[in-house]
């Protein structure tokens, strides 16, 4: 048999062991967890599989498999830069190393290993938050072959694995999760996600209707109170929307997925929702350089701060014109400004109103939690955001991320917990 033909055959038996697990029923999180980690080891031809959490400075042991090897155990604390598991998190990419030996990304870790590997294989965990990444990896005392079926193979566990996590016991450090810390804030979180949310969805779809159907209004004054009615529930959308993400902050759960982002078409999609509640005395323009670098980040949290940026130019600004422009500054990062021509802010405000529950203005209502949410997200995209600003003349947001969102960035949660 031939070495295509034994990977055939290997595949197979990968395939089919999947299958087999896929059928089965767990009724305690530490069996479901044992079965996959012994599954990883199963389809990978290696000795152990662990479940580790990784931060900025250490990585705790959740779990593993067999219960306990070499200096490796559950519950066991590494620091951070003696981890195999570090590269993954700084490229959300899998790690694949057939023999640490000759792979030189990994050489200078093993003289500080206590435990021999020689090969190794590790994939994230999708439940990452912006302080934690979940990685699960399987490794062997000998060298290994590792092939895209065993790489294939350990990302569907990862994803099995990962609806398992918020039931897997926390691990043991001197500071609890803020997660867990907050675990009332949270179910909050959910409640008004669902309950809350959805009914606001099904008014804002019969508003959009009866708008575009006037024959369907039998009453015109009726009728001229729907615009009204409209950006009431926009409002309300919006406060809905910024509690759930502040309490999302609060916990540290929040999660970041990479994605492909033609950033032009991202904000055209933006300007054309921000234009249904445009004044009638003020203009929206776009101008985006050509041939911008494709983006590599998190689609859905660079769409948020973006649209709460325009939003709020568009709230603010009763006559004159709203300007996005979008421009490379190299290769490495994009600069994207959203000017107005609104009433401007005073110096000593330009620094409060990152800040929760600040507002430069009162023209418009809310939490005052918008840009200290934009702030949040924009630090964990790995980028900066700022503002210039003239009293009576207007103001200059503007956001740089990188191109490439390589390394998940951490961000200072310590303003959320005050």
């Known amino acids: 048999m031939n ?38 080891c199963e389809v990978a031809g290696t000795k152990t ?38 590269y993954i998190d700084v490229t959300a990419q899998p790690l694949v190393v057939g023999d640490t030996t000759t792979d030189q990304r990994v050489q200078p870790l093993l003289s500080r290993l206590e435990t021999p590997i020689r090969a190794y294989l590790g994939v994230p965990i999708p439940a990452s938050t912006a302080a934690l990444t979940p990685t699960l990896c399987t490794f062997d005392p000998h060298a290994h072959r590792f092939t895209p079926v065993h790489v294939a193979a350990l990302k569907l566990l990862a994803h099995q694995i990962a609806r398992w996590m918020p039931e897997l016991r926390a691990p043991a450090t001197d500071e609890p999760p803020v997660a867990l810390a907050n675990m009332s804030v949270a179910e909050l979180n959910q409640i008004v996600a669902h309950d809350i949310r959805n009914p606001l969805h099904f008014l804002q779809g019969t508003l959009e209707l009866l708008q575009s159907e006037p024959a369907l209004i039998p009453d015109p004054t009726l009728g001229s109170l729907l615009p009204q ?12 929307r910024d509690l759930v993400d502040a309490t999302t902050l609060m916990t540290g759960s929040l999660s970041f997925v990479r994605h492909t982002i033609e950033l032009g078409s991202l904000i055209e999609e933006i300007v054309a929702v921000a234009k249904t509640t445009l004044n009638p005395h003020c203009s929206l323009a776009v101008a985006i350089e050509p041939d911008l670098p494709t983006l590599i980040s998190d689609r859905d949290r660079v769409w948020q701060v973006l649209h709460n940026l325009i939003s709020n130019a568009v709230r603010y600004t009763e006559t004159g014109t709203i300007t996005v422009r979008a421009r490379a500054n190299n290769q490495q990062t994009i600069r ?5 021509t609104g009433p401007g802010i005073h110096p000593v405000d330009i620094e409060r109103i990152w800040e929760r529950h600040s507002r430069a203005s009162s023209v418009a209502h809310g939490w005052g939690l918008g840009l200290a949410i934009v702030r949040s997200l924009v630090l964990a995209l790995g980028g900066q955001v700022g503002v210039e600003s003239t009293v009576g003349e207007g103001s200059c947001f503007w956001v740089v991320l990188p191109v490439v969102r390589t390394e998940p960035a951490l961000v200072d949660y310590q303003p959320w917990r005050a």
């Open 3 to 40: 070495q295509h033909d034994r990977d055939r055959a290997a595949e197979q038996e990968v395939l089919e062991r999947l299958a087999t697990l896929s059928t089965m029923q767990f009724d305690d999180v530490d069996r479901a967890i044992q079965t996959y980690l012994a599954v990883a």
């Open 336 to 340: 994207i400004e959203i000017e107005d």
């Open 49 to 86: 599989a662990l479940i580790g959490d990784l931060n900025q400075t250490h990585q705790y042991i959740r779990a593993i498999y067999p219960a306990s090897t070499g200096n490796l155990a559950a519950g066991s604390i590494l620091a951070r830069e003696d981890t195999f598991c570090q």
């Open 229 to 240: 009615a409209y950006g009431s529930v926009l409002h309300i959308q919006r406060l809905v």
